[in-house]
C-alpha cells in the first residue's frame, strides 16, 4: 500500500500476522476483512472418485475429510473454475495422512502433510482420485485461505494522574495492541490488562481514528502477505469494474 495508508507490522509470521493499518475508514477495513474471508479463492477437493475403501468410514465421510485439506494456491498460474487432480492409495494397517496425496500438478500441493484422513486397520485400504477446483471463500467457507480474519480500532493509552490513596485498582482489560507514547504494545505483554503495566495510574483510553489493527490467520493456502494482498486487488478490480459501468 502507498499513498496516505500506512502499514506496519506487529507481530508476523507465515500463516499469522498483525498489523496496524493507518490511513482507512471502518467501511473500508470491514471491506478488507470481507476480501480475506470471500474473495480471494483457494483449491479445495470438489469431486472425489471412490476406486477402494474397505475402511470403517462412508466415502462421503472420506470426501468430507478431504475437501477439508488446506491445499496450497498459486493465483499466477489458475483462474477461477480451473482443476487439478489429487490421489491416495494407502493400505493398512497405518494412518492415511493429507501429506500421503499425491498432486498432478506441483503447485497445489497439501499445505500441512500431518492432516490425519483415516486410521486403516489390518487388510483396509482407501484408493480415492480426487479433483480439486479454484473457487471463492463466497461459494464455500472450505475455499476460505483466511480461516479467522478479524480487526480493531487501535486505542491509545494516556497517563492522565495518579489514583487515590485508597482507591481500589480495579482490573482494566484491554485484547489486542495499543499505543503508548507513539509505541505499539501487544497487550498480551502485560496479561491484556492495563493496571499490570500502569499501576496506581489514572488512565484515558482513546481510539485511534481511522487506524485499524488485523489479525490474520491463514489455513496454509497463502501467506498472510498474499492473502492480504490478495485482497487488496479484489477490491480494487471490482471498483475498476463499477467505474467502468458507470461511465458506459
Known amino acids: 500500500m502507498a499513498g496516505e495508508y500506512e502499514v506496519e507490522f506487529v507481530e508476523r509470521t507465515d500463516r499469522e500476522a498483525r498489523f496496524l493499518v493507518r490511513g482507512i475508514t471502518p467501511a473500508f477495513a470491514n471491506g478488507i476483512r470481507r476480501a480475506m ?5 483457494t483449491f479445495s477437493v470438489d469431486t472425489v472418485r471412490v476406486i477402494e475403501n474397505s475402511s470403517v468410514m462412508f466415502d462421503e465421510q472420506i470426501g468430507l475429510r478431504l475437501g477439508l485439506v488446506p491445499l496450497t494456491t498459486d493465483l499466477g498460474d489458475f483462474e477461477v473454475g480451473d482443476e487439478v487432480t489429487l490421489s491416495i492409495d494407502v493400505e493398512g494397517p497405518e494412518t492415511a495422512y493429507s501429506g500421503d496425496l499425491v ?18 486397520k489390518d487388510g483396509q485400504r482407501l484408493e480415492v482420485e480426487a479433483d480439486a477446483v479454484l473457487d471463492r471463500g463466497r461459494e464455500h467457507a472450505k475455499h476460505q485461505g483466511g480461516v479467522a480474519v478479524g480487526y480493531r480500532h487501535l486505542q491509545q493509552v494516556e497517563v492522565v494522574g495518579d489514583k487515590g490513596e485508597f482507591e481500589d485498582e480495579e482490573p482494566h482489560i484491554l485484547r489486542g495492541v495499543i499505543e503508548d507514547d507513539g509505541e505499539l504494545i501487544l497487550t498480551d505483554e502485560f496479561g491484556n490488562d492495563l493496571t499490570n503495566r500502569y499501576p496506581g495510574k489514572e488512565l484515558e483510553v482513546t481510539d485511534v481514528e481511522n487506524a485499524f489493527v488485523f489479525h490474520v490467520e491463514t489455513d496454509g493456502s497463502f501467506t498472510v502477505d498474499e492473502l492480504t494482498l490478495r485482497a487488496v486487488e479484489s477490491i480494487r478490480d471490482r471498483a475498476d469494474e463499477l467505474r467502468e459501468a458507470v461511465q458506459l
Open 37 to 41: 474471508v470471500a474473495d480471494v479463492p
Open 103 to 120: 498432486t498432478s500438478d506441483d503447485y497445489v500441493q497439501p499445505a500441512d502433510e500431518n492432516v490425519p484422513i483415516i486410521d486403516l
